[in-house]
């Protein structure tokens, strides 16, 4: 069965202070690693997907990076918008649609 | 651009009673998921339809049914409520396999 255990569960920082979220994963014949936010009671917001051990995805302050057995999410310079919960699914390959989510990490940037 | 719609947003239901959730994804998106995110928890996959079909399913009970119409809408239809369907139901929508873009969700309390 298809694991996927993201740590910090939570985590708090200053305002600027950068830092990394882990994502490690167990799946077979991984065809897609998927980083999403979330904001309470708000559906999750996509922000980068990763196939290939290797991979590397910008976007703003956030970076994902990818290896055969986890992922990071590295947050430069944070905000305090930037607070919200972080997600990280896979998908199997194969006939297989659905995403196995982590439990998330819930950041939060202090001003 | 447009997102995943989802109607209505909030619903209370007693138990026992019957839910009908709507989904409409983005144009042009051919496969539909459901998902559903209980309080701290992540989100559960359901079930999912490409191009009107059955493609993949999840733990969902057999008191809920889904189908995706020729407009490529999707509902879920939840039977027998009970207290612990209570949560959040997010609807998903992708190009078969590429990253899926969540809805805002349905937010179901049963009394």
Not at chain 2, 50 to 59: A, N, R, V
Request: aromatic share 12%; glycine share 8%; hydrophobic share 30%.
């Amino acid at each position: 069965e298809d694991q996927v255990t993201q740590s910090p569960e939570a985590l708090r920082l200053q305002e600027g202070e950068s830092s990394s979220l882990n994502c490690s994963y167990t799946v077979s014949g991984l065809r897609g690693l998927f980083w999403y936010r979330q904001d309470p009671g708000k559906g999750p917001e996509f922000l980068f997907t990763l196939y290939s051990a290797g991979e590397e995805k910008e976007k703003e302050r956030l970076k994902a990076t990818l290896t055969k057995k986890e992922s990071f999410l590295h947050i430069t310079a944070p905000k305090p918008e930037d607070s919200a919960t972080y997600l990280c699914a896979v998908r199997r390959g194969g006939s297989n649609y659905k995403l196995t989510f982590g439990k998330g990490t819930l950041l939060t940037v202090n001003p | 651009a447009a997102g995943v719609i989802q109607s209505p947003r909030h619903l209370i239901k007693e138990k026992r009673e019957t839910a009908t959730l709507k989904c409409y994804p983005i144009p042009r998106h051919d496969t539909v998921y459901w998902y559903q995110q209980g309080p701290g928890q992540d989100p559960q996959f359901l079930i999912s339809f490409y191009e009107k079909m059955q493609s993949d399913k999840g733990s969902i009970p057999d008191r809920f049914s889904a189908q995706q119409f020729s407009d490529y809408h999707s509902e879920l239809n939840m039977s027998s409520l009970e207290l612990g369907d209570s949560a959040l139901y997010f609807c998903a929508s992708s190009h078969i396999y590429n990253e899926q873009f969540f809805g805002p969700g349905t937010r179901l309390t049963v009394l």
